[in-house]
């Protein structure tokens, strides 16, 4: 079963990302600046601007949701950082896979995985880098 699109989603449902970098994403021909949460449910705006922003509270809708959610790619801005641990026995205490990358990785990943049809969700932290 699907989860229904949030009122608040930019794009009710997932979409391939076409470009990031100078802070924001392109997708579903719209542009978002700052950092995105993909969900079963839509893609949404994101107020994370880097890993210290990172807590348990940030991933409440992705929690809601991971029923539907395979595993979880987590793009961490230039470069491919872990996140703290109380934050990974969060996702332990929600039976929900992680995948830490950096950010240009988790979006070529996430296009790969969505042409594949999986159920992935994906937290991406803009960059500032031109793509």
């Not at 240009?104 to 594949?116: F, K, P, Q, S």
């Amino acid at each position: 079963m699907t989860a229904k699109a949030r009122k608040d989603a930019y794009f009710p449902g997932q979409a391939p990302i076409d470009a990031y970098g100078n802070g924001g994403f392109r997708f579903a021909d719209m542009s978002h600046r700052g950092s995105l949460l993909i969900l079963p449910s839509g893609i949404y705006g994101w107020a994370v601007e880097d890993m210290a922003d990172l807590s348990a509270a940030s991933f409440a809708p992705v929690f809601a949701e991971r029923v539907e959610i395979e595993f979880l790619l987590l793009g961490t801005g230039t470069a491919q950082r872990r996140p703290d641990p109380s934050l990974r026995q969060a996702f332990a205490d929600n039976d929900l896979t992680v995948e830490c990358m950096d950010t240009g990785a988790a979006v070529r990943t996430y296009n790969v995985l969505l042409a594949e049809a999986r159920t992935v969700a994906a937290a991406l932290i803009a960059v500032d880098l031109p793509r």
